[in-house]
């Protein structure tokens, strides 16, 4: 007896020295604790996700439905900036919602895979973005109860029995039972893009896809803000519908009585932009619809989403094919964890407590490698396919952009060249004008000089003469000197002298004149040899071809109509030989083939990882180049002129192609656009 009394007071002694944790500010660490939600309709999930959890006690797992109608109705508004979710599940009795909502870490669900809130803080997480929780619930047989919980509050908690809630009636019928929550009070940075019905009912399709496949379960989207307006119901993707390049749909064994069932589909981007605006047609007219970004690839764990493949790091980062499968959004699906039975456990992937990632397990990387050997291959060959057809449309979006542009670039050219032989015949008019007319006053002043001239020397030859005559002969001979002197006056006529020499400055001017013509012609037909005749091809249409390599240039030219397909065969056989091993282009009548597959092109043609174009300067400018080279080649062969001014050809040549690369340069975004939505949604 004194030996046991001895222990007891030993034991006594050592448990007056444990230590209890203590917890200063409990609201405190839950508000630090909610931080981990970074967006609205990710705290609303939460929410949405015990109506699901309450609803279970209504389903019929045999029969795949709910033994009778489950409503979850979520209501939005931006302007009292709140939400309230409410739904007609079973409710709770006070004591069970006074455990809910105060009780942190303390959660049923613990040890239950099948369902989301194993740690017991989902109902904490509006702190981290609104200041008050109000949760009204009613169970059959009881009273509607209801407790407010604001951000700040410690204690001091309190239960009210309050009147009918009439979103139950509505909801319930008769049964009135089920739960409302009301999240008010939201920081003004929170209402963005994710604060709005389409977004809320988009994050609800995607986190709870494989749920909401289940009979007479509905979950509705309404807009508060605009009463009487039509809830979007919330729809699961039916894959059945998408029309994929390729679809896996299996189920893996990872061991442990746990099961991952895959079902996956490639999408290519052109029928994947269709789908969506297809459905954004629908759905209560809120913008809503399918969206690719939000269902690409996506882990889940028995209904629920945990993340994409390709976000989540430990399964990403042991795939070789992270980016070009895994983070794809032309992958469409999902890979749904589920045990053998419900509430197992021992499974190899097991949600971490943000249900983002997957617990670091012992076999969680075999879990994975099985995952990867089974959908990889076909999912890989279905995505080269789908990238083979969006590269083909980009090629197809390409030629008729360029095709168009070269278009403007030859009737802009052949304008300016009509306007420049306009304004050259012009001018040779004028100079042949100016050449005739100073022709016209060489001769006048010539002749005009010349008789001035031939009269003066008349004049002084005559004049001595005759005084001489006169002086010598005297008087007597006067009379006689003075028949003499008029006979030889009339000899000596000054007009007569002065029309012969005007007669010989007018053969000389006319000779000159002769002689100038015969120059300037001469030197024309110098010029003449020395230049081409500036031309563009005024009666052909031409247009450009992108191939993959130039022997199939002709199958290249399948969209072409019958006729011209058949004499561009006909082309190619009769007078081109073989291509060359290394061609980057060639022309054939008016069609310009550019092969794709040069090293030069592959160089310069980037692309996504959906198959899309990436357009930059390097591509324009050697699409550009190519084009150009060819189009002044026909040009010049339409001239028909056998000497080659090559400082002309290279200044034609340089015009053309700064022509086509502006033309280029202000298609791009449009090309872009138009490219974008043919090949999926990555910038």
Known sequence: MRCAATLSAAS???????????????????????????STSRILMEYVDNSLVDAESFYDHVAGTYRRAVYIDVFVSNERRTLRIVDNCRGMPPDVLSRVVMRVGESKKRGVSLVNGQFGL????????????????????????????????SDGFRIEVVDEVPALADLSGAAHTGTEVVLSGFDKQWIDGTFGPAAVAREVESHFERLLDRAALSVRVWDADQPGATPRRCQPIDYSRLSPGASVKLAVDLGF????DCNLCVLPGAANAMQRDGDADSGGGDGGGFSPELHASRFFVSGRRIAPCGATASFARGSAQRWTLWSNPNVLGYIDMRGARDGAREGPLQPVITRDEFKNTRHRAAAYAAIMEAVEPPLLEAIAAANAYSSERSFSTLEKTLTEVLAKVAADERRQTTELERLEKQAAQRRRRRQAALIKAEREAAAAAAALAAAEAAEAEVRPLTEKVKAGLGGLLSNAVRASGDALANALDPSRVAAEAAARAAREAEEAAKKAEDDERRAEARRQARRMKRQAPAAEQFSVRLVRGLE??????????E????????????????????????????????????????????????GTTKLDDRLCGYLATIVSSHYRERAYQAADRSLVDYAQCYEEMLSTYCRLEEGLRAALPAMLKEMNEQGGFAA
């Open 552 to 561: 199939k240039r002709v199958a290249g030219a399948a969209a072409m109509d």
């Open 122 to 153: 989902g109902m904490q997480s509006f702190r981290a973005a609104c200041s008050t929780l109000t949760v009204t619930s009613r169970a059959a047989g009881d009273n509607a109860y209801r407790i407010c919980v604001e951000r700040e509050q």
């Open 12 to 38: 006594d002694r050592a448990n007056e020295n444990l230590l209890s944790l203590t917890v200063s500010s409990p609201a405190l660490l839950l508000n630090q604790m909610a931080e981990r939600y970074s």
């Open 257 to 260: 009585g746990q099961t991952a």
């Open 563 to 610: 006729a011209g397909a058949a004499e561009l065969r006909r082309a190619v056989e009769a007078v081109l030989p073989p291509p060359l091993p290394r061609e980057r282009s060639r022309l054939v009548g008016s069609t310009i083939f550019v092969d794709a597959d040069h090293p030069d092109f592959q160089a310069r043609w980037r692309q996504t990882r959906l």
